[in-house]
């Protein structure tokens, strides 16, 4: 079942922990805060869809101002 990952980028203090424990999806952008790696944005949102959560999990656990989450089955999982 896909995973849709949800990243407010507006949010986003530039710490991180997205991208420490979850490089192969998050990185740090030139304006000190991170980007989802892939994903389509509209405004301050960004969303990638994938097959499973992979370390996306971690990352929106890890994240202190929670500005990723995770939906599946269109409920909100974090």
């Known amino acids: 079942m896909a ?3 949800i990243h407010d ?3 986003c203090i530039g710490c991180g922990a ?3 424990v979850c490089p192969d ?3 740090m952008a030139g304006d000190g805060k991170s ?5 389509k944005g509209k405004g ?3 969303v990638l869809e994938l097959p499973d959560k992979k370390c996306n999990l971690n990352a929106a656990q890890s994240c202190p101002v929670s500005c990723i989450h995770l939906e599946e089955k269109g409920k909100k999982l974090i």
């Open 3 to 5: 995973v849709k990952i």
């Open 9 to 11: 980028r507006s949010t």
């Open 18 to 20: 997205c991208a420490a």
């Open 25 to 27: 999806f998050w990185e």
């Open 35 to 39: 980007n989802l790696k892939g994903a």
């Open 44 to 46: 301050g949102s960004f």
